[in-house]
C-alpha cells in the first residue's frame, strides 16, 4: 500500500526558501502513471494546487506562485521535493504531497494524500 | 482559471437524513474531470469521487455524485455520524486544478 510522508522544517523566516520532501513508500514513484503534487492548505481555509511533476521530470506549476515555484524528483530515493522562494507569512499553511492517478489519459483525481506537515514563516 | 462555488457553506443535518451538496463552476469542466473530497479535522482529504460520478476505493455507495458542464451534485443517501466533516470539490480539467471553498457538514 502507497503512502507518503512530507518532511522539512516547521519553521522558515520571510524571505528565505521553504524546501520539503515527500518520501514514496509501498510503491515505485518511477513506476508510470501517477503525477505526484504538491497541495497547500491555510490555516482554517480551503485548498490550493501547488504544482505537480511526473517521473520523468516534468512538472507543471499553478500560474499564481510559479515564478517562486520548484518542483524535483529523485527517484533513487523515492522522493519528489518543493522549494517555494521568497516566502512570506501569506505561505503560511499546511503542505500535503499528493498522488494523482491517471489511466490512459484520464486522471482519477488526488487518491492518496500525506498527513500534511505545518510550515510557519515567521521571524 | 476555472473558481469553484460550494453551496451551501454550512448545512446542518441529523443522521440517517439525506445531505445533498453543490459545486458551481465558473466555466465548464472539461470532460467531467471534477472530485469530490471529505475532509475531518486534523486529517488529510479523501477522495470520494472522481469523474463526477465514479466512486473512489472502498467509499460506500451511500455516496454518489452527478453532473456536468458547470453543475454538479454530491448526495449522501442517509448520513452516518462519521461522514459529518467539510467536503470539497476540485476540478482537474484545466490548468490549474482548483478546489471549492468547503461545504461543512454538521450534526443538528
Known amino acids: 500500500q502507497v503512502q507518503l510522508q512530507e518532511s522539512g522544517p516547521g519553521l522558515v523566516k520571510p524571505s528565505q526558501t521553504l524546501s520539503l520532501t515527500c518520501t514514496v513508500s509501498g510503491g515505485s514513484l518511477s513506476s508510470g502513471g501517477y503525477y505526484w503534487s504538491w497541495i497547500r492548505q491555510h490555516p482554517g481555509k480551503g485548498l490550493e494546487w501547488i504544482g505537480y511533476i511526473y517521473y520523468s521530470g516534468s512538472t507543471y506549476s499553478n500560474p499564481s506562485l510559479e515564478s517562486r515555484v520548484t518542483i524535483s524528483v529523485d527517484t533513487s530515493k523515492n522522493q519528489f521535493s518543493l522549494k517555494l522562494s521568497s516566502v512570506t507569512a501569506a505561505d503560511t499553511a499546511v503542505y500535503y504531497c499528493?498522488?494523482?492517478?491517471?489511466?490512459?489519459?484520464?486522471?482519477?483525481?488526488?487518491?492518496?494524500w500525506g498527513q500534511g506537515t505545518m510550515v510557519t514563516v515567521s521571524s | 482559471e476555472i473558481v469553484l462555488t460550494q453551496s451551501p457553506g454550512t448545512l446542518s443535518l441529523s443522521p440517517g437524513e439525506r445531505a445533498t451538496l453543490s459545486c458551481r463552476a465558473s466555466?465548464?469542466?472539461?470532460?467531467?474531470?471534477l472530485a469530490w473530497y471529505q475532509q475531518k479535522p486534523g486529517q488529510a482529504p479523501r477522495l470520494l469521487i472522481y469523474?463526477?460520478?465514479s466512486r473512489a476505493t472502498g467509499i460506500p455507495d451511500r455516496f454518489s455524485g452527478s453532473g456536468s458542464g458547470t453543475d454538479f451534485t454530491l448526495t449522501i443517501s442517509r448520513l452516518e455520524p462519521e461522514d459529518f466533516a467539510v467536503y470539497y470539490c476540485q476540478q482537474y480539467g484545466s490548468s490549474p486544478y482548483t478546489f471549492g471553498q468547503g461545504t461543512k457538514l454538521e450534526i443538528k
Open positions: 466555466q465548464s469542466v472539461s470532460s467531467g474531470y
Open positions: 499528493a498522488r494523482e492517478e491517471a489511466v490512459a489519459g484520464t486522471s482519477l483525481g488526488f487518491d492518496i
Open positions: 469523474g463526477a460520478s
